[in-house]
């Protein structure tokens, strides 16, 4: 007797080899005629690549656990099995999807269903997951007939396919692109951007074995936020280099020359010599990093994903990219849109952006009142046109098209937003999401989670490093590292993500948000966030009264920075002992500096400056321009020079709080505190380390130049 379940998914798997798609299908029923359903299909198809995520491996299968989708990466299969039974993770399933190739069929096992969990907010993510998942091709257990399955899916068309069609005609074009960086003229970079699938690791890979082959003694450097996220450059690499020396998996040699893997922080660093950077997934690393990259090295390829569970949507290119017209107006762009391992339109890819809300598309609205308020007047606009409302997950899936205006700001702004944020948000009942709305569009947003709340027994077990509960970081953070047992005795909110349109930003949206977020906050004593730092964020969050309390010893492996914990009281009591936790940290700040912190870039030094300085007394002051003159040492004011800088900082810091009436950055002022001074006084580096990080000829050079910048700390002193 013929199988029609077996007949309808060979049917569909004809129909996306001729189209060269990939199509979904779901198998709704009990857990034996779902394995029987899949194995029989498995079982007719077993010359092809099969690949499975979760669930008990089928025979024949390449199989991996459901949160390693990651692992193939870089892989390729014609069926991908995903058994959600037991477990779901989004970022491993969207990973495992750019292994399907063009002609395959995705067959997806769902989780299970309790009939209990209907109404509950546990269940919100099932169902989102759910309605989605409906939207691909169904097979039901009660799909007995042929004409059953025909009737609930309708099949696609077969697609005419014009003979002359070249996939890799894109590819071909980056990759002579990326040579012609090292042929052609210095500093004029090229940034390269594109979504999965469509071959920009494997252009970096070709275009840096192309260039060893063809040139003797080539020195080629990769940088990236992870070793894993290069892992693809060097296997394609390695491929086309059949003599090539394989030193490790991100170090290869040829013909005398090289490409290797430096991490971003190290490569800043040590800033070893070589005659091509390439920088991978460039916007998961700092702008400001970026930035000194440009100035160290002359021949550069910057690549990063747009879509994706890795994506990082257009900031980075807005901000990055205004920076480049500026100091490198020769860089050049190029987008690589046609995908490689499947045909245009593919239907499981735009599925696949829908369900986890990854297109960030965004559409401009206008504002009635936008010319006042680029003027300025944002009070105005806040209170007549802007309101925030939080969205519960009931709202989000009667509206889901709410909740993509919302997460397309998070995709958009945030390079780390990933499918698994939006499942986490829908299944924890203590993350909330806010929502900044003009009417019908949404202006900005922020995730928030609540914490703290702890018990005395939990909290003394934090604190002596034996118990670390999920799900309040702030708090724990604050009970481990400094004995705080009112942090997690009270209530937290923290904010895990915010984000304000590009069109609407430096509005003030952003602390207008935060602000309303305070006011509504009955529940919580303090508010909090913890970020990968930099001094830009730094300052957005001081201007709206948050104070840093703990920086991160290492850096962030998706962001590359250190993360920093900055919290607000909303009460007496929370302002009580967030006022000891904030002396301890100015009070350590200056032995962190110069101690574990060394490496510190120097304008993250200078933004976390503490907001309390010693007076200087004039007899310092007198010693202080003695050596402005040419009188004494260093080692005789560098005591005092450093009260001068946190003093300068404490008056700035003031000045500029009277002057923020509207959004951070509308006032600009100088405080004089130069990078020299930030890395001789504060990080007291050598002299021979500032001469070499400040491009300087030698001491003589830089202690004439550091005189200068102490001269103008005095005059600024005298002018305030």
Not at 386 to 393: A, G, P, R
Request: charged share 20%.
């Amino acid at each position: 007797m013929t199988n029609p379940t077996n007949t309808f998914l060979h049917t569909l798997s004809n129909i996306a080899q001729h189209n060269d798609h990939r199509f979904g299908v779901v198998f709704n029923g009990e857990c034996d005629w779902q394995n029987s359903s899949v194995l029989t299909f498995l079982q007719d198809v077993n010359s092809q690549t099969i690949f499975q995520v979760g669930g008990d491996p089928f025979d024949g299968v390449t199989h991996v656990q459901v949160k390693k989708g990651q692992q193939l990466l870089g892989r390729e299969c014609q069926i991908l099995v995903c058994d959600f039974r037991e477990q779901f993770d989004a970022n491993s399933f969207s990973a495992a999807l750019g292994a399907l190739i063009g002609g395959g069929l995705l067959l997806v096992i769902p989780p299970k269903t309790e009939e209990s969990e209907e109404g509950m907010d546990s269940a919100f993510g099932k169902r989102w997951l759910a309605s989605n998942f409906a939207k691909l091709f169904s097979i039901s257990q009660d799909d007995e007939q042929l004409a059953q399955l025909y009737t609930r899916n309708t099949l696609p068309e077969k697609l005419t396919q014009p003979d002359c069609f070249d996939r890799f005609e894109q590819q071909k074009t980056a990759i002579e692109l990326v040579k012609k960086i090292v042929t052609g003229h210095r500093k004029r970079p090229l940034i390269l951007t594109a979504d999965r699938g469509r071959g920009k690791s494997s252009t970096l890979g070709i275009a840096a074995a192309q260039l060893l082959a063809e040139r003797n003694g080539l020195n080629i450097i990769v940088t990236a936020p992870s070793v894993k996220a290069v892992e693809p450059v060097f296997s394609h690499a390695t491929e086309r280099l059949e003599t090539c020396e394989v030193v490790n998996a991100t170090h290869i040699r040829h013909q005398g020359g090289s490409l290797r893997f430096v991490a971003p922080d190290e490569l800043l660093k040590s800033k070893p010599n070589c005659d091509f950077l390439l920088v991978d997934e460039a916007a998961a690393i700092p702008i400001p990093m970026l930035k000194s990259m440009v100035d160290v090295y002359h021949r550069m390829v910057f690549s990063t994903t747009v879509h994706g569970y890795e994506g990082s949507g257009r900031g980075f290119g807005l901000k990055f990219e205004a920076w480049l017209s500026e100091h490198r107006p020769g860089w050049k762009g190029y987008k690589l849109e046609q995908p490689i391992r499947w045909n245009n339109h593919d239907p499981l890819e735009r599925w696949l952006f829908d369900c986890f809300l990854l297109n960030n598309d965004l559409s401009p609205c206008d504002l009635p009142a936008l010319n006042a308020i680029e003027q300025g007047d944002v009070s105005v606009y806040g209170t007549n046109y802007l309101e925030l409302v939080e969205l519960s997950k009931a709202d989000c899936l009667a509206n889901p098209e709410k909740l993509q205006q919302c997460f397309a700001l998070l995709v958009d702004a945030h390079y780390q937003t990933s499918p698994n944020d939006l499942i986490q948000f829908l299944n924890n009942p203590a993350i909330h999401l806010y929502a900044a709305w003009q009417q019908d569009d949404c202006l900005g947003c922020m995730l928030v989670t609540e914490e703290g709340g702890l018990d005395i027994e939990l909290i003394t077990q934090i604190q002596i490093g034996r118990r670390r509960p999920l799900g309040h970081l702030a708090p724990i953070l604050m009970a481990n590292q400094f004995g705080s047992t009112q942090a997690a005795k009270s209530r937290c909110v923290r904010v895990m993500r915010i984000a304000v349109s590009n069109r609407h930003q430096s509005l003030g949206i952003g602390s207008w948000m935060l602000d309303k977020l305070s006011e509504q906050t009955d529940q919580a004593d303090y508010l909090a966030t913890s970020f990968g730092a930099t001094s830009e964020l730094i300052s957005f969050w001081r201007h709206n009264e948050f104070v840093p309390v703990h920086i991160g010893h290492q850096r962030d492996q998706a962001s590359g920075c250190h993360s920093v914990l900055m919290v607000k009281p909303l009460n007496e009591n929370a302002q009580g002992w967030i006022g000891q936790l904030q002396g301890h940290f100015e009070r350590s700040y200056c032995f962190l500096m110069s101690g574990s912190f060394t490496s510190l870039e120097t304008d993250m030094v200078r933004a976390l400056l503490p907001s309390n300085a010693e007076s200087v007394s004039e007899f310092e002051i007198q010693l202080i321009r003695n050596y402005v003159d040419g009188g004494n040492s260093y080692d005789s004011i560098g005591f005092s020079v450093l009260k001068l800088i946190l003093l300068n900082n404490v008056r700035d810091d003031k000045r500029l709080k009277s002057k923020l009436s509207g959004a951070i950055g509308s006032s600009v002022l100088d405080s004089g505190i130069s990078d020299l001074l930030i890395a001789k006084v504060v990080q007291q580096k050598g002299w021979g380390t500032c001469v070499e990080q400040f491009n300087l000829v030698g001491r003589k050079q830089a202690e004439a130049q550091f005189r200068l910048d102490v001269d103008v700390l005095l005059s600024n002193l005298q002018c305030k």
